[in-house]
Each structure stands twice: as C-alpha cells, then as structure tokens.
C-alpha cells in the first residue's frame, strides 16, 4: 500500500505523478505484469477522483493505491462528507462525467461516509481482457 496526502495548488497533477509512480513500482519492484490500458486508466481514476475532491471538498484528501488480487484498489478520502453521485445521461452535457467515467472503467465502485467526511474506492484490474472488455479481466 502506498499513500499520499494532497493538498495544495496542483493536487491533481500530484496524484497522477503518484498514481504512475505507484503503478511502475508495481511493475519493476513487485513484478506484477501492469498492461498500458491499466495504467493508463489507473491514472484516470485518480485524476477524476481527486479532481471531484478539489472541487467539492474543503481541505486535504487523502489517496491510497494499494494491489489486491490482481487489481490496484484507489481510495480517495476527502472531508466533505456529501456523497456524490452521478449525473442522469445526457449527451449534450459538457462537464461532469468524471464520476460516470470512473465508474465505467472500474470492476467495482463504492462511495462511504466516514467519521469525518467520506471515501470513494475504485478497482481497476491489471490484466487486459482479451474480449476487449475496457474494464480488463480478474486473474
């Protein structure tokens, strides 16, 4: 597991510098196999996460990548303790699709309160599909 507290006036290029970081220690360190479409959208999510949390969120947040069973777990924790939720579809909208996205690109997605404020957790998968599943495949 790594972690990193972000708050400041780049947060969101900060965690995707993490995020990367994280996923080529994976790669190199750990010797887990980390396909392009993994961090690619390992990167996504955090970027789209955290951008929610330096939108609507007063304060730090908190970001934790962590590897479980062939997925890169990402938690965001922030200090507003509103649940977000995803816009109804509408293909004319500009804007605010970043929470629909992550959960597009994610085998699974929660959304918690906690103590103080609340935590969004994403799964994205390491391995690629070879169906083509955007999502990728479990091992």
Same mark, same amino acid.
């Given at each position: 597991?790594?972690?990193?507290?972000? =708050? +400041?006036? %780049?947060?969101? *290029?900060?965690?995707?510098?993490?995020?990367?970081?994280?996923?080529?220690g994976v790669q190199?360190?750990?010797?887990? #196999?980390?396909? %392009?479409?993994?961090?690619? &959208?390992?990167? &996504?999510?955090?970027?789209?996460?955290?951008?929610?949390?330096h939108k609507h969120?007063?304060?730090?947040? /908190?970001? =934790? &990548?962590?590897?479980?069973?062939?997925?890169?777990?990402?938690?965001v924790w922030d200090?507003?303790?509103? /649940? #977000?939720? *995803?816009?109804?579809?509408?293909?004319?909208?500009?804007?605010?699709?970043?929470? %629909?996205?992550?959960?597009?690109?994610?085998?699974?997605? %929660?959304?918690?309160?906690?103590?103080? +404020?609340?935590?969004?957790?994403?799964?994205?998968? /390491?391995?690629?599909?070879?169906?083509?599943?955007?999502?990728?495949?479990?091992?």
């Open positions: 597991m790594s972690a990193v507290a972000l =708050d +400041g006036s %780049e947060p969101i *290029a900060a965690a995707r510098h993490f995020a990367r970081g994280f996923m080529t190199a360190v750990h010797g887990i #196999p980390v396909s %392009e479409r993994a961090m690619g &959208l390992v990167q &996504l999510v955090v970027s789209e996460l955290v951008t929610n949390t969120a007063p304060g730090p947040c /908190l970001l =934790d &990548l962590e590897v479980v069973d062939g997925a890169v777990e990402i938690s200090t507003n303790a509103t /649940l #977000p939720a *995803a816009c109804p579809a509408d293909p004319g909208r500009v804007g605010q699709h970043g929470l %629909e996205i992550a959960m597009a690109v994610s085998r699974s997605f %929660e959304v918690r309160r906690e103590p103080v +404020g609340k935590r969004v957790k994403a799964t994205v998968v /390491l391995t690629d599909d070879p169906g083509g599943h955007p999502a990728g495949r479990l091992m």
